[in-house]
């Protein structure tokens, strides 16, 4: 499964982008999609995910309100909205995969290259 991420860029403080990430490779509806970020010397910090169907979805504390995950499994597509950004939200972003629901694990299998995400003025 190979994963590609895009929509990234530089953004003004408590603007939006809308991060999509395409994968092909696989069945794309057999696969649970998430978003992680990672910022400049922290870890690599997990986001969303969403199941197979787009019907279920978690999220990680505070996340959801912000930063909705959704799915077009037509264009083999998830997407991440982000709304709201703050400069603390700088950071490349990344999307995997992997094929087991389990929201109680934030192990994945695929990745992509990741989209950089700036939050300045």
């Known amino acids: 499964v190979q994963l590609q991420a895009s929509g990234g860029g530089l953004v003004q403080p408590g603007g939006s982008l809308r991060l999509s990430c395409v994968a092909s490779?696989?069945?794309?509806?057999?696969?649970?999609m998430a978003w992680f970020r990672q910022a400049p010397g922290k870890e690599r910090e997990f986001l969303a995910a969403i199941s197979w169907s787009g019907g279920n979805d978690y999220y990680a504390a505070g996340g959801a309100g912000r930063f909705p995950i959704s799915r077009d499994n037509a264009k083999n597509t998830v997407y991440l909205q982000m709304n709201g950004l703050k400069p603390e939200d700088t950071a490349i972003y990344y999307c995997a995969a992997r094929g087991n629901w389990d929201p109680k694990s934030n192990e994945f299998t695929y990745w992509g290259q990741g989209t950089q995400v700036t939050v300045s003025s």
């Open positions: 490779g696989g069945v794309f509806n057999r696969l649970v």
